[in-house]
């Protein structure tokens, strides 16, 4: 029997909704597989926690984490709270503690969703992600000066080191080399950013050499953009800075169909720290308790954490279960047309992982 200490982290608004079905699809999986067993500690932390406490996690929060072999997280974000103090407070700090410098998003189109873009269907929307996840233009480098004055200054330092960008773009091409179509896409703007943007060029020119089996190609991130939604079957690997990245993943998953899809992974290859697995939506306070928050994107982020932890079947039998249920098209939640709740799409899902796991 495999034996894993997961932290949960449901966060804010619908983070908690969803994070309960991934926890019972997990559940599913762990019954039919017979040799994984999965113990949960669950966190109040998030902008609920700030407001009581002061602070989104307590002071040895990072310490707590540290001794789990992954993290589920859910989301974060409230009104009260500003969006820079909860990612700041929360998130990035994990992140960057742990040293999960790849953040990995699979854009895929589900069977049986439709995607917003006109004769795209599944086999032409099936790419993944790679994002730089703890330097770059959000390393939190910078600072204000004379504030409120006329005369005040706002400086944001992206910062890049040959070893933050060579770990990443190395990463990018041992996946694209794993994958049938062995193609990678590198993001740039070396046109107007002749540093940072050169520098990475600039890396992923040398790092060319060693992997002579992967077609590779770099756009200008507008570019790039506009081919994610004009040619996305031509795109197989795609890899980023931090914020070009983001930029990116966050059209990825659009072109999914909903937000309620993609999930994350914020990897530490190396295992020496926990991993962040979770959706990519983020807390929607509007419909938090509602029952109607589309569970899919944490149930599939649950699967990536399966495979991080080296149950590729696992994880492959959970992705097949959401893929079972989307085709089928009769349990969707409302962002999908359906009139499904959240926990009627997470039976649904633990009802698949059941058949297909006999």
């Not at 709270?81 to 854009?107: A, E, K, M, T």
């Not at 790419?127 to 400086?155: D, F, K, L, P, S």
């Not at 914020?266 to 939506?281: A, C, D, G, M, Q």
Request: proline share 6%; charged share 20%; net charge negative.
């Amino acid at each position: 029997m495999n034996r894993y200490r997961v932290a949960v982290i449901a966060g804010d608004g619908i983070g908690v909704d969803t994070i309960d079905e991934a926890l019972g699809t997990l559940g599913a999986v762990c019954e039919v597989h017979g040799g994984l067993e999965l113990a949960y500690d669950r966190y109040p932390w998030g902008c609920g926690y700030y407001l009581e406490h002061g602070e989104m996690m307590p002071s040895d929060g990072l310490q707590i984490l540290a001794d789990y072999d992954c993290i589920l997280f859910g989301a974060v974000g409230f009104p009260p709270v500003p969006d820079h103090i909860s990612l700041w407070g929360l998130l990035l700090p994990v992140r960057q503690y742990f040293d999960q410098y790849i953040n990995l998003r699979p854009v895929k189109l589900l069977e049986g969703i439709p995607g917003p873009l006109r004769d795209k269907g599944p086999a032409d929307i099936d790419m993944v992600c790679i994002r730089e996840n703890t330097e770059g233009e959000y390393a939190g480098t910078g600072g204000r000066v004379h504030r409120g004055q006329e005369n005040e200054v706002a400086i944001q330092t992206g910062v890049f080191t040959r070893s933050g960008v060579e770990r990443v773009l190395r990463y990018a091409f041992e996946v694209a080399a794993q994958r049938p179509r062995r193609q990678l896409a590198s993001a740039t703007k070396s046109n107007a950013l002749q540093y940072s943007m050169v520098f990475w060029d600039d890396v992923f020119a040398a790092l060319q050499k060693e992997y002579p089996q992967v077609a590779c190609r770099q756009y200008h991130t507008d570019a790039l953009a506009a081919r994610m939604i004009t040619a996305p079957e031509s795109l197989d690997v795609v890899v980023g800075s931090n914020l070009f990245g983001d930029i990116l993943t966050d059209l990825g998953g659009a072109l999914q169909g909903s937000l309620g899809i993609p999930p994350s992974g914020n990897i530490n290859p190396t295992k020496r720290y926990p991993s962040l697995f979770e959706p990519v939506h983020g807390s929607a306070p509007d419909i938090a308790g509602k029952g109607i928050a589309n569970p899919i994107a944490a149930i599939w982020a649950a699967s990536m954490m399966l495979d991080h932890l080296g149950h590729t079947d696992a994880g492959d039998l959970l992705l097949r279960a959401i893929n079972a249920v989307t085709a089928e098209g009769r349990t969707l939640t409302p962002d999908l047309g359906g009139t499904a709740t959240t926990h009627e799409v997470g039976l649904a899902v633990q009802a698949q992982v059941r058949r297909l796991g006999r």
